[in-house]
Every structure is written in structure tokens, then in C-alpha cells.
């Protein structure tokens, strides 16, 4: 799969059923070239334009299954690295 086809998709937590958005960027190990994170990034409340603009950085670990439209993954968001 390549990353264009890879941020298509949205990102579905299964523990609240909620859309955290779509696939942003992707973290890598530099010595290993594996991938670390999917990061997604929180649009803002009126076209990304106002509101909160932060970004979820979600371990490879907790994605449970890539579909053909959606990424599921189980995190809770208290517990994951958020950056603003």
C-alpha cells in the first residue's frame, strides 16, 4: 500500500466509535525503517481555520485493522501523545 492511498483513510477509535480523523503523517525508526506512529491531525471547528489545531501520534501497536476505507484503532485518548 503507499502513503497516498494510506491517508485516504479515517481513523476510528473502537473504544468510543469516534472519527479522529485522517492519517497525517507516519513516525519512523531511523535505524530500523520500520514505522513507529500514524499521526493525525484535529482540524479545527470551521474549515481547520478556528479552533483547536492539534495532532494524535497513535503507536503502530494500537492499530487493530486497516480496511479498504477506514483504519481501526484502540487508544485511549488521555493516554496518547498529543501535541498542539
Do not use: H, S
Not at 3 to 17: A, G, P, S, W, Y
Not at 37 to 48: D, L, N, S, V, Y
Not at 56 to 66: E, M, N, P, S
Amino acid at each position: 500500500m503507499r502513503f497516498c492511498e494510506f491517508r485516504k483513510k479515517q481513523v476510528i477509535n473502537i473504544c468510543d466509535c469516534r472519527c479522529l480523523g485522517y492519517v497525517d503523517d507516519l513516525e519512523f525508526n531511523e535505524c530500523t525503517g520500520q514505522i513507529c506512529a500514524i499521526i493525525i491531525r484535529e482540524q479545527g471547528k470551521w474549515f481547520g481555520m478556528f479552533g483547536c489545531d492539534c495532532e494524535y501520534v497513535i503507536g503502530w501497536d494500537k492499530i487493530k485493522k486497516v480496511g479498504p476505507d477506514i483504519i481501526m484503532v484502540d487508544v485511549c485518548l488521555d493516554k496518547i501523545r498529543m501535541k498542539t
